[in-house]
């Protein structure tokens, strides 16, 4: 929700500015601005739109500049015009303020410096900390940092906020509060973004922050303190990711660059992760036997395609670990009275690390005494670092806002989470939890085979592209993959799409069924409930109602009633999920592709969902 960067430092800052900008793009792009460092009167340049319309804007003349501040933007306050988008300034035109979340108490701030003199040119939340801002820093003598501490201590919500002042352009400051912020030390140079990926290609040393420390940044160094002034000293660590990583490497999309990513993402999440003596390794859990003995219950919490892997994860622990798990939206958790206790343990799955439902729903259930477990893909995030534990995914930098890659390793992680607790509970001896681990090891040389076969599909995909629905039938471990297929649909497809338990078929939904009506129904193959058959049932059921149904099958089952099959390899009832997705995502990927949609930008989307 809204990507921010800051540079400062010997280039000419519209370069790291306007890259960092592109690389955050997928975080918000309903317009963006940047603030340049000229002494005397900032530049500002902002635009509605993508960041090429900024481009464009910007054109050749720009004045030789070394510092300043980018914004791209996913309106909350203030709908998507050139006046609401960031950078925000003061009357003066010389204090530029950006800003990634949301100022709960703008109204009463913006009427009492509106009373004050100060003159508002946009509706945004923002705009109120630039003129705040201005006012405390000629009462700290034009300390920007100080008046960053003191304004911070007077607001309320969530935010990251950088702030450039034309006195002194070469310093900028940065302060964050349940909104990323991340640090680059580049040498003579140093950068602020919300994301690693927006300086990555300038150095791989990086800081992150705590909650409410204020960090100055200027070409000769940084500086951490708290909200008091205190000191803080910079917790740095080393970037893995590589800058390629960011690009698309010849494929026209992200989306489809990370779905081809999936053998390697998954692999990477399974490496290391049994030893000599078949046990799972997840030391990073920090669970002990005695912790295990006292579990009563897991509670599973996330959003959108997470939460998808988090209704696996029931399946899989239940199934192995013999304990029982609920799943849960996270943004519905604490509207209720969630019974957790000391003994529940909390799964929170994320990709970004930042979703702002999924860390509410986290710190009420730590509030509660439950112990917490992130499964995240992003070092240092919000998440994780609130968790007292995490299991980092290795699917790499996930771009598209469509998750994908992120997906198929949540579930691994997940998977493995089931079988490191079945095997310190002793319901699952070292050989059967080896055996199904030499499965999972199977598996990406599965996904790999299913993408060397994907045109027939996209083709078949491209006949669809005039139809108004599409539904998605599963059972079992098919139904979260039926959700989000039809997730994938609307977000990417922008077309109506609902997935459904099979069984639900006839208490309703069955009604939806019209002439042509796509339905691809995703057949549980070797399933010990025997559910294949229930299954073709249900493709009769909606045939005969006049559906053209597509059945994703492994290889070798019996299919009937299907205008088309699409085949997966063979695998074990519980994997067949993360082999049956991948041809869903390829579906909803050429269907926006041939509907002439932003694949990796769908419309009112952004990828880190910071806002509750
Ligand atoms: C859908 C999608 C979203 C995210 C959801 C949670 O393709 O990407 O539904 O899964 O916003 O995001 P994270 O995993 O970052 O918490």
Redesign the pocket.
Known sequence: MCGIVGYTGPQSAITPLIEGLRRLEYRGYDSAGIALGTPDRLYIEKRAGKLVNLENALGESLPEVHSGIGHTRWATHGGPTDRNAHPHVDNEGKLAVIHNGIIENYTQLRADLESRGHRFDSDTDTESVAHLLSDLRKKHGGDLSAAMREAVASLRGSFTLLAIHADQPEVIVGVRRNSPLVVGLGVGENFMASDVAAFIDYTKRAVELGQDEVVTISPSGISITNLDGAPLQPKEYAITWDSSAAQKGGFNHFMLKEIFEQPKAVADTLLGRLNDRNQIVLDELHLTKEDIQGLKKIVVL???????AGMLAKYAIEKWAKISVEVEL?SEFRYRDPLIDSNTLVIA???????M??LMALRHAKASGARILAV???NSST?PRESDAVLYTHAGP?I?????K??LT?VIAVYLIGLHLAQLRGVMSDLEVKSVFDEMVELPGKIEQILETVEPLRELTRGFAQSTSVLFLGRNVGFPVAL?GA??LK??AYMHAEGFAGGELKHGPIALIEEGTPVIAILPVGHEHGLDEKMLSNVQEVKARGAKVIVIAQEGAEVTGAEHVIRIPIAPAIFQPILATVPLQVFAYEMAVTRGNDVDQPRN?A???TVE
Request: aromatic fraction near 6%.
């Open positions: 996330a959003c959108g395609t997470a939460f998808h996270a799955i994320s990709q970004s690390g930042e979703t439902d999924t995240c893909n992003t998440i996930e598209a806002v469509a998750s994908t992120a997906f949540q989000e997730l994938k977000e990417l989307l990828k880190s969902v």
